[in-house]
């Protein structure tokens, strides 16, 4: 099955409003019209941007989806500082973020709570990105596998094979986010494609070809062609080369690299 490639941006906490704003527009002018069509290109920008860049997208019409990088579960209630899945879906947020590795390792998420926003995230029609991946102690304990499969069965527990008929899985070894290290290609295709299967026996073979399996941690221009072309990736999620227009276009752009 064909599926079109994602390269979603995580600016993580970085770029106000206005600085968001420039970045996008510098975005579209380094992209053409056939690298839209060729891939599908998401920013998620802190949430304090979000109304920015969606009325600049929808203004200006521009082929770029918008993402959050994270949500609470409950739709509204006294929960200081947060924001709801309600308040994303209204801001047109397509994608939100569920299990980042900053969120489990800095903010204490479980599997339970990654599942509940994962499930939140689906109740307001928008497409959860499950962040998945081990540390570097597990790698080397030879438990990536055991831990990967694990994230994903604790994130996606009582979802229904129609709810994960959009869903998008990023595969990022936690020794890689922010790092400069990345995944041997072959080793970022083999785990794409154990989340795969893990997908298959799940929900079933036709689910799992459908879903976009990205790899992230340290994309950058000089290698995003030898990590995004593997066959079981579907595309990256890019963290500190994603707040560089420049670079987020050229690893937008991997398939004509
Ligand atoms: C990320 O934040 O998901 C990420 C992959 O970061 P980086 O590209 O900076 O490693």
Redesign the pocket.
């Known amino acids: 099955m064909a599926r079109t490639p994602l390269v979603a941006g995580?600016w993580?906490m970085n770029l106000d409003h206005l600085e968001a704003i420039a970045l996008v527009q510098q975005l579209v002018y380094h992209l053409e019209r056939s690298d839209f069509e060729a891939v599908e290109v998401a920013v998620l920008p802190p949430f304090t941007d979000l109304r920015s860049i969606q009325t600049l997208i929808e203004g200006d019409r521009l082929p770029i989806a918008l993402g959050a990088q994270d949500t609470h579960w409950e739709d509204a209630g006294a929960f200081t500082g947060e924001i709801s899945p309600g308040m994303l879906a209204r801001l047109h947020c397509r994608y939100v973020l569920a299990g980042?590795s900053?969120r489990r390792a800095l903010f204490g998420e479980t599997d339970e709570i990654v599942n509940r926003k994962l499930q939140a995230i689906l109740r307001h029609g928008m497409v959860p990105i499950l962040?998945v991946g081990e540390t570097l102690e597990e790698r080397e304990a030879g438990r990536a596998d055991e831990v990967v499969v694990g994230q994903l069965e604790g994130g996606l527990a009582a979802v229904t094979a129609e709810q994960a008929g959009d869903l998008v899985v990023?595969y990022?070894p936690v020794w890689?986010?922010?790092?400069g290290r990345t995944a041997l290609p072959e080793d970022a295709d083999a785990m794409c494609g154990l989340v795969r299967r893990t997908l298959a026996e799940r929900f079933g073979q036709g689910i799992a070809d459908g879903a976009r399996v990205l790899y992230?941690?340290?994309?950058k221009p000089a290698n995003a062609k030898a990590l995004l072309t593997q066959p079981e990736v579907d595309g990256a999620?890019?963290?500190?080369?994603?707040i560089s227009a420049e670079d987020f276009a050229v690893i937008c752009r991997f398939p004509r690299l």
């Open positions: 995580n993580k980042h900053e962040c990023a990022e890689a986010i922010g790092t992230g941690g340290s994309v999620l890019v963290g500190g080369a994603s």
